[in-house]
């Protein structure tokens, strides 16, 4: 096994050991409200597509975000009729989770992505004809997914096609920054264990890992806006802050790759 290998495997057994630490804390099953207590006696998925079973490996699920969050009803009742006043089927129109109503939903705790997304043209043509996507296209109705590089290449072709509505170079685009992300977040990992110790310089390389940080993170936030160009731009400071930071351990430069290097910056 190879060590990036030998790391991904460990990394996987570690996440699944905490996941089972956390749902084995007692007072759990009270803090996860009365929805996840009835419907993880209930057999395979809901009529939504998704039941228990996905919220429980999900991130939602991790942090306690109960059901109730985006598709009301009363967590705190045992009672089946209590629990389920109030909530609508995903087809209609006024349910927090109608496919038009999702954004909304989820921006009440990510805010920062809502207002970008609404600044998209995938946003109006969302609210227009319903055409757009919305976040549960990339992220899967738990948020258990992420949308590989191929899949959003896939995804965006339905509209981005040379018979679409839309230009076919935005998909190809996406899908390279998505690309991008995937190998300057490893790249980060990379950096940042060596800068764990305490040789010299490692003060130095955690300080500018804290800034490729926050440059990854605004790069998260205007992907959401499909601003290819500047999410490439945060990206490529992100990357001279990482490259900064194993300079300041000792090595020496990466060479320079067409890996490394973002797509040109956007068209009108």
Not at 10 to 32: D, E, H, I, K
Not at 115 to 134: K, V, W
């Amino acid at each position: 096994m190879s060590p990036l290998h030998y790391g991904v495997f460990w990394g996987v057994a570690l996440f699944a050991a905490a996941q089972l630490a956390l749902w084995s804390t007692p007072g759990w099953a009270q803090a996860r409200g009365q929805c996840a207590a009835c419907h993880e006696r209930l057999p395979g998925a809901s009529g939504a597509g998704h039941g228990f079973t996905a919220w429980r490996g999900s991130r939602h699920g991790a942090v306690g975000v109960g059901c109730e969050a985006c598709h009301g009803g009363n967590a705190s009742t045992p009672d089946r009729e209590a629990a389920h006043r109030g909530m609508r089927r995903s087809s209609d129109p006024e349910s927090p989770v109608y496919f038009r109503r999702i954004p909304d939903t989820c921006g009440r705790c990510h805010a920062a992505e809502l207002a970008y997304f609404r600044s998209s043209i995938h946003f109006a043509r969302l609210r227009s004809d319903g055409r757009g996507p919305n976040c549960v296209t990339c992220h899967g109705s738990m948020a258990t997914s992420l949308l590989a590089p191929e899949q959003v290449l896939r995804t965006c072709s339905a509209c981005h096609a040379a018979d679409g509505v839309a230009a076919p170079e935005r998909a190809r685009e996406s899908a390279q920054v998505l690309a991008l992300v995937r190998v300057e977040n490893i790249l980060y990992d990379i950096v940042a264990a060596a800068a764990e110790g305490g040789s010299s310089g490692a003060g130095r390389a955690r300080a500018l890992l804290v800034q490729a940080q926050r440059h990854l993170d605004a790069a998260a936030e205007v992907w959401h806006g499909f601003r290819v160009d500047s999410a490439s731009q945060r990206l490529g400071a992100a990357r001279e802050d990482i490259v900064a930071a194993w300079v300041a351990l000792g090595h020496r430069r990466p060479r320079e790759g067409r890996l490394g290097r973002a797509p040109g910056p956007e068209r009108p």
